[in-house]
């Protein structure tokens, strides 16, 4: 770089004050929202996905996710009798736009929507070397895009793949759980676009959401649950066959 | 000071060293920011900038706020949980100034074969039709009102919406 002395002296202080803004940080847009009151998780019902791709798009629209880069996507799954243990699992462009007819022949075939889990004990926030990953005091995992190095280990050591390098940031991105909406009180953009109900945000720290009553009266699984990482994305109807 | 006779060189060692960490200090005052660890060994703020992000999608609440009259309509068919949202797309511009951000109608041969074209993969109770046998090509509004799809209310030829 070819840099003189005075464009130097000019550049010093308007980089101080760049750094001020970001020691300063901004303040919270929603002042009647309580951290501490909530506990987020998602509930996921593969008996009424459809596959269409609305909360792939509505994702992509809300969060501004590259083309190519997923921060939810739906994978169709296709179980025969004959070979349980493996599963063709298909996800043209994330789902995006639907799938491709299924015909009926051998074995089953099932949509499994895969978003962050927003782990309790997440691996992914353990590995960062910059305190840039973290989970919030109302348990959503985040990214401070500031503090990012965009090293790649929290993507490497997410068991679920939910992490990508952003292709023009250069840095970690993620599912946010829709934090700017459900700090506003609204739910997620994929639960607002899904038509069939198949995903529900859940507030596990509200004792008048209906997650309770759900999980009581069905059977529901998390993802990779031997890897204990605490997944608060929880699954109705889940088949054994998924990973 | 006959044992220190011959270490005054570590003392300027010493002081060296001492001079260092307090610059370590100044230096790690002004550079860590502000919020740095006040919920974890993370910067604090940077929940408040993800939470400060653009809404594009409005939420039903703020469709159902002024389209009463869709809503009167919606709730009588089987749409009736199906968010606005979810056909029409993220609205929050519109929501935010109804005059000047008008949203396009959706083409319904796309959007309803989106949810509603037959496939083994979709749960059994789900109502599908293969698009080419069920309507021969005619589009789908002619017969059914995308706001209650059921065949005993009558559609209207602009998808109800008004």
Request: include cysteine.
């Amino acid at each position: 770089m070819n840099i003189s002395r005075r464009k130097m002296l000019i550049l010093l202080p308007a980089a101080a004050v760049a750094w001020e803004s970001v020691l300063a940080g901004t303040p919270e847009a929603s002042p009647n929202y309580k951290m501490s009151d909530h506990w987020w998780g998602m509930l996921i019902d593969i008996s009424k996905c459809i596959g269409c791709g609305n909360c792939v798009r509505a994702c992509q629209t809300e969060n501004d996710v590259p083309d190519g880069y997923f921060r939810t996507w739906v994978e169709r799954y296709h179980v025969d009798d004959t070979h349980l243990e493996n599963p063709v699992v298909i996800s043209p462009d994330g789902g995006k736009e639907g799938f491709p007819v299924a015909s009926e022949d051998a074995g089953k075939y099932f949509f499994v929507p895969k978003m962050c889990n927003h782990c309790a004990d997440s691996p992914c926030t353990q590995v960062c070397p910059v305190g840039a990953t973290f989970i919030s005091p109302d348990g959503v995992v985040l990214i401070d895009q500031k503090y990012c190095l965009g090293c790649a280990y929290c993507v490497q050591a997410c068991p679920y793949g939910c992490r990508y390098i952003h292709p023009t940031k250069e840095v970690a991105d993620k599912c946010t759980l829709c934090y700017h909406r459900i700090t506003k009180g609204l739910t997620t953009a994929c639960c607002e676009a899904c038509p069939t109900g198949a995903r529900q945000l859940a507030d596990l720290k509200n004792p008048n959401d209906p997650i309770h009553a759900f999980l009581k009266t069905h059977n529901v699984q998390v993802l990779k649950p031997q890897m204990a990482t605490g997944a608060k994305a929880f699954y109705n109807g889940l088949d054994g066959s998924v990973r | 000071m006959s044992a220190f006779k011959d270490a005054r060189h570590l003392f300027r060692f010493a002081g060296l060293f001492v001079l260092a960490f307090l610059v370590f200090l100044v230096v790690r005052h002004y550079y860590v920011p502000k919020s740095f660890g006040q919920y974890g060994h993370y910067r604090g703020a940077a929940i408040g900038e993800i939470a400060n992000l653009p809404v594009k999608f409005a939420g039903h609440q703020a469709c159902e706020d002024c389209h009463t009259d869709v809503m009167a309509k919606k709730i009588t068919g089987k749409h009736a949980h199906v968010n606005c949202e979810a056909c029409h797309g993220a609205l929050a511009s519109h929501a935010d100034d109804p005059s000047t951000v008008k949203p396009v109608l959706p083409d319904t041969s796309v959007l309803c074969a989106r949810c509603h074209t037959a496939s083994a993969a979709k749960p059994k109770g789900f109502p599908q039709v293969v698009p080419a046998e069920h309507s021969q090509g005619l589009s789908c509004e002619t017969c059914h009102n995308p706001h209650s799809p059921g065949m005993d209310a009558p559609a209207t030829a602009a998808g109800g919406a008004k």
